[in-house]
């Protein structure tokens, strides 16, 4: 019995170790939007541990670093690149993006040597009784836990795989 749990806690272990959280987003169902977000990047030779993470302020984005997926469909090369705004960027969402229940946005450098912290970013779609929220009032939705607001207004979450939890 030791071993077997032994067994499944090594198999299961490394497949979550690397989980992380994506930055999470509520947009307007089928509309034009902007999304800002900052990217980090890590330099191991800084001796002071709490310099080796920094804003990444000058990312170059190449074909392939940024991807999508809309209503957990396949992903897709993003429409419009971010635009770099200083110390962070602004990543336009278009009316396309925007026409579904929810989406993510990816950003992995593909370069061998990664010079950003990869990101995420999970959006949510509001305003209209086909968004992920339904046609509830943002005001209310950032208000009251997701569940009670879907619940309320005859949003769902369920059907395109997407989970009504974030």
Known sequence: MKRSLLLLAAVLLPATAHARTCQEERVPYATDSVITFCLS????????????????????FAAGDIVQSIDGG???????????EGKCYTQP????????????IDY???DSTRVWIDHCIHYRTFGHASSFYGAANIDLIENQDA????????????????????
């Not at 890590?42 to 000058?58: C, H, T």
């Not at 569940?147 to 974030?166: E, F, T, W």
């Open 93 to 104: 969402i278009s009316v396309a993006e925007s026409t579904g229940k929810a989406g993510y």
């Open 147 to 166: 569940s009670d607001v879907l619940d309320a207004h005859g949003g769902s979450g369920a059907s395109n795989g997407i989970s009504r939890d974030p």
């Open 74 to 84: 396949a992903e897709s090369n993003i429409d419009t690149l971010p635009t770099d």
């Open 108 to 110: 992995v450098d593909q």
């Open 41 to 60: 990047s890590y330099d191991s030779a800084n001796a002071d541990d709490n310099k080796k993470v920094s804003l990444k302020v000058d990312a170059t």
